[in-house]
């Protein structure tokens, strides 16, 4: 299986969403992950990201930032955007091909957006995204 994770920069939610999906599902899962904006292509994840994902047995130390770009969406299976609004703005660009292929990472709700927040933030980010993961990989 092939998933392609979604959020805005590409450098918080979708790169530890990838990570976990990658570390958890195994040689059967193949994951990317971008961003909806340019701003961060090539940076490396947040910081306050890396070290949460270090503490909780993830590394993100080699993530750089990509924006998303239909060759992506196209080599994914499914294509999972982080939050309502980025679902959104992947429905406005993706064509008929690959619509079907767009789904939340959560059935029902939002993973916020950490960046700009504290540490907490963060770590509740991960939680969350840690228990969404599974249901991607059964």
Known sequence: MRILTVCLGNIC????????????GGAAVRVRSAGLIDM??????????????????????????A???PDLMEWA???????RAVLTELRRLTDGAT???LALF?????VLD?????????TACAATIEEGAPRHLA
């Open 13 to 24: 939610r979708s790169p530890y969403a990838a990570c976990v999906l990658a570390q958890d």
């Open 40 to 65: 961060w292509v090539g940076m490396p994840a947040h910081p306050s990201m890396i070290a949460v994902a270090a503490d909780r047995g993830y590394d993100l130390s080699a993530h750089r930032a």
């Open 67 to 69: 924006q998303v770009r």
């Open 77 to 83: 299976d499914v294509v999972l955007a982080m939050d």
């Open 99 to 101: 619509a079907h292929k």
């Open 106 to 110: 959560l059935d029902d709700r939002d």
């Open 114 to 122: 950490p960046y700009g927040g504290d540490d907490e933030a963060f």
